[in-house]
């Protein structure tokens, strides 16, 4: 089964590496609110490079579908919640009144440090959990992919208006 899913990963991943235009022909084929189903039906379609970059990095005999579909989504999936504990205090901060904008300045100022630091334990915990699934080699490649995609993982999943 392991064998089976690894073939149909390497066929996806040798579609996606084909450029822009094959994306583009893979979207018009399936709506951006459905992916592929080869990959995961339920994964968001901003989500597929990332895991296609995933794929690449680690080698598609380290990493099953559904362990790359769960990494991924559970990093995708704790961004949002980072930002909207921020937006919302920028939100008080848009309507509080003179008087009170200090001290939403200063609320806004305490919880961007504590996401700021959740993040950074967020991303030690998965480098760790890394270290343990995957084989020492592949941890120095998974560190530095992390590292280098941050920006990436920080924008969190894209929303088609």
Do not use: W
């Amino acid at each position: 089964m392991k064998a089976i899913l690894n073939i149909l990963f390497a066929l996806f991943l040798m579609n996606i590496s084909l450029g822009q235009t094959s994306q583009e022909k893979i979207f018009e084929d399936n709506p951006p609110h459905q992916p592929p189903a080869i990959f995961a039906a339920s994964m968001p379609p901003c989500l597929i490079g990332v895991a296609n970059q995933y794929g690449e990095v680690l080698g598609v005999s380290e990493l099953t579908l559904k362990e790359a579909k769960a990494f991924i989504t559970e990093v995708h999936a704790k961004v949002p919640e980072f930002k909207q504990r921020v937006r919302k205090l920028e939100l008080q901060l848009v309507q509080a009144s003179k008087d009170e904008k200090y001290d939403v300045y200063e609320k806004l100022l305490r919880e961007l440090s504590e996401v700021k630091i959740e993040a950074s334990l967020f991303h030690e915990s998965l480098v760790k959990r890394a270290r343990k699934k995957f084989m020492p080699k592949d941890v120095g490649i998974l560190d530095r992919f992390i590292v280098n995609n941050q920006e990436e993982f920080m924008k969190g999943p894209k929303l088609n208006k």
